[in-house]
T-cell receptor, first 116, second 112 residues
Framework: GAVVSQHPSRVICKSGTSVKIECRSL??????MFWYRQFPKQSLMLMAT?????????EQGVEKDKFLINHASLTLSTLTVTSAHPEDSSFYIC????????????FGAGTRLSVL | DQQVKQNSPSLSVQEGRISILNCDYT??????FLWYKKYPAEGPTFLIS?????DKNEDGRFTVFLNKSAKHLSLHIVPSQPGDSAVYFC???????????FGTGTRLTIIP
């Protein structure tokens, strides 16, 4: 599989501040990374597909100006939650596609965001 | 649009017995189904997948069965171990570049 590192694992911030979450592919170059969100007791929902060197593709209903994605290198994608509000509190997880088995995605450990 | 449902939110199984987790889907447009296991506050861990052209795939204690006529997918874990206690998600993908769409999850508890 792939080794994916996500940082930070937990962040608490005040309403109105911005939070940046990093996702790193440690053992291969990932041209595509994915960002998911999971609310308590719900399933994982794809937010956006992060493409190296180009704009991210956002799912319907996800505000691209609020959730800024930057995939500036083949090993790093960042998700910035801008002007965070309590309703943005959630578990954010990134993933990368497998190299040999491209239908498989490998996930980071996730970031728990709590907005006060 | 494809919907994936896991109708059992929870399941308890005695250690050593077989655990059977189920997943139903609504249409036939998929390339792969995958099963993931998730512990609290961690990312999902890939377990096993099956392509649309197969009806069974086995890897160690894990076997996935695909019944296309019934639009039903199941994961068998045998024998069940305490470390298997987690939330299990089925997910499907269409093509190598497509997103994963996840089911709602089933919490499996293995009773020692």
């Amino acid at each position: 599989g792939a080794v994916v590192s996500q940082h930070p694992s937990r962040v608490i911030c005040k309403s109105g501040t911005s939070v940046k979450i990093e996702c790193r592919s440690l053992d291969f170059q990932a041209t595509t990374m994915f960002w998911y969100r999971q609310f308590p007791k719900q399933s994982l929902m794809l937010m956006a597909t992060s493409n190296e060197g180009s704009k991210a593709t956002y799912e319907q209903g996800v505000e691209k100006d609020k959730f800024l994605i930057n995939h500036a290198s083949l090993t790093l994608s960042t998700l910035t939650v801008t002007s965070a509000h309590p309703e943005d509190s959630s578990f954010y997880i990134c993933s990368v596609k497998g190299v040999l088995a491209k239908n498989i995605q490998y996930f980071g450990a996730g970031t728990r965001l709590s907005v006060l | 649009d494809q919907q994936v449902k896991q109708n059992s939110p929870s399941l308890s199984v005695q250690e050593g017995r077989i655990s059977i987790l189920n997943c139903d889907y609504t249409n036939s447009m998929f390339d792969y189904f995958l099963w993931y296991k998730k512990y609290p506050a961690e990312g999902p861990t890939f377990l096993i997948s099956i392509s649309s052209i197969k009806d069974k795939n086995e890897d160690g204690r894990f076997t996935v069965f695909l019944n296309k006529s019934a639009k039903h997918l199941s994961l068998h874990i045998v024998p069940s171990q305490p470390g298997d206690s987690a939330v299990y998600f089925c997910a499907y993908s269409r093509g190598g570049n497509e997103k994963l769409t996840f089911g709602t999850g089933t919490r499996l508890t293995i009773i020692p």
